[in-house]
């Protein structure tokens, strides 16, 4: 008796799908310009960094 016959194998058009998908997925983000990331980075980086600032004068406000 074959044990695996259970268990279908997934269809090579399953496959296609899933690989379409990937494909699309990548051509939209290669597709975004490198100006847009990097103005998104740098709006986050000094968003951390106003953070960072506060904390730190809250903390030297707490100790005095």
Do not use: C, Y
């Amino acid at each position: 008796m074959n044990r695996m016959s259970n268990h279908s194998k997934p269809s090579a058009k399953n496959e296609q799908g899933d690989f379409d998908k990937f494909t699309n997925f990548m051509r939209r983000l290669v597709a975004v310009p490198h100006s847009e990331i990097k103005a998104k980075l740098d709006a986050e980086k000094q968003a951390k960094q106003r953070q960072k600032k506060r904390a730190s004068f809250h903390a030297s406000d707490d100790k005095g």
